[in-house]
């Protein structure tokens, strides 16, 4: 496996204590604390990541996020597996990590220039840049425990990028920042992609990740569950969240082996699949099924994800669910939309479930995702297109 950063095999396990014993009775009680649960924050972990990628890394809190860039920054070993990075690392995972709050700005830009592996005269060089991108000229000679949460990661951010890193792992710090500042950090970002920097950025900013990232990696419970084009990794980011959500509130379980979508397809009027089509058009999303055991009350369900990876639409047919289908039964279903969405790059997806006789819902199979793209008026924008007209009145 080549690449700048190499993960093979990664799993990170924490021991964690049911009683936490007071001081004074730690020395006595300590022998018998043996209550302890052993967690996986990461498991089967590969990856890799070339030079000039930009990665982003998604998944709901407690997905293994921050512990995968802890790993990679060298702030955490791994239980098992092998963590490789090649080249200057700079990580930005943490507001003011690398900062010693009574010294001032100035006196912080040397030591967390020094940390990333610069020389006092290269600082010396970048140090106008390095204020002038934090834009904190008037409070680089104060402390940095009087900063704001936003003026840390502007000045962490600046030395950071002036390191010319060839690995740069941003967390989740730049939320804090205003718009402006953002939009300036994704284009820096950009610019040291471009230079053959790797990098891997941890969001839960879908718009951010999707504006930057090609690849993007969704973990979810301490796992990989998909790899790939950063739509896609929207879209199955979603499907598992709102799998998740149903199933902890009990309305729905996943039940495998009952039936597979063999087909998943958009056709357009013609019955013609495609992957492009005007705004407006009538189109048929259609999914082909094989059951392998009897299913009384068969229904599909439709939801199509805006180009920033939030559901703009959601239905289905549990209400007036379909004729039973007979183990060893193959049939199509057909759900028929209007494409009514201004330009942009959606994501449709379709899952088969069924009604139990206590009215329960199961999910018994849910295809990748199908990747769509809208032609639309060049002045219209929004999530839908609602065919506004103008006119001029006398």
Not at 13 to 26: F, G, S
Not at 44 to 65: A, F, M, P, T, Y
Not at 339 to 352: D, E, F, K, N
Request: charged share 20%.
């Amino acid at each position: 496996m080549s690449g700048s950063i190499v993960v093979e095999g990664v799993g990170k396990q924490y021991v964690k204590y049911h009683d936490q014993p007071m001081l004074a009775h730690a020395l006595v009680r300590l022998a018998a604390r043996s209550r302890t649960d052993r967690l996986w924050a990461l498991r089967g972990v590969d990856l890799r990541i070339d030079s000039g990628e930009c990665v982003g890394v998604v998944g709901r809190n407690g997905s293994g996020k921050s512990t995968l860039l802890q790993l990679l920054g060298g702030i955490t070993a791994p239980t098992e597996g092998t963590v490789t990075v090649y080249g200057r690392v700079a990580p930005l995972i943490s507001v003011g990590v690398g900062f010693h709050p009574e010294l001032t700005g100035r006196d912080n830009v040397f030591l967390n220039g020094t940390i990333l592996g610069m020389s006092r005269r290269d600082i010396e060089r970048r140090f106008d840049a390095i204020v002038d991108f934090a834009e904190i000229d008037d409070f680089i000679d104060t402390p940095v425990k009087f900063y704001s949460s936003g003026m840390q990661v502007r000045l962490g951010f600046a030395v950071a990028v002036q390191a010319d890193p060839q690995v740069l792992l941003v967390d989740e710090v730049l939320a804090v920042g205003d718009f402006a500042f953002q939009m300036k950090c994704l284009k820096r970002i950009d610019e040291i992609r471009t230079s053959g920097a790797s990098v891997l950025l941890v969001s839960h900013n879908l718009s951010m990740v999707e504006r930057l990232c090609r690849r993007t990696v969704v973990l979810h419970e301490g796992t990989v569950r998909y790899d790939g084009p950063t739509l896609e990794a929207i879209s199955t980011l979603h499907a598992l969240l709102d799998d998740e959500a149903q199933v902890q509130a009990g309305a729905v379980e996943v039940v495998p082996n009952v039936a597979d979508v063999t087909e998943f397809a958009i056709c357009n009027g013609s019955g013609t699949p495609v992957n492009a089509t005007p705004t407006g058009e009538r189109l048929t999303a259609r999914v082909s099924v094989a059951a392998h055991r009897d299913i009384e009350r068969p229904f599909v369900g439709l939801t199509i994800d805006g180009p920033r990876g939030d559901a703009i639409f959601h239905q289905g047919n549990r209400s007036r669910p379909f004729p039973p289908l007979a183990a060893g039964e193959r049939r199509v279903y057909e759900v028929t939309w209007n494409a009514q969405m201004p330009t942009g790059t959606y994501g449709v997806r379709m899952h088969l479930g069924s009604i139990a006789a206590d009215d329960k819902i199961a999910i018994l199979s849910e295809p990748a995702p199908v990747t769509l793209f809208v032609q639309g008026k060049l002045d219209a924008h929004g999530v839908i297109d609602v065919e506004a007209d103008f006119a001029a009145g006398d």
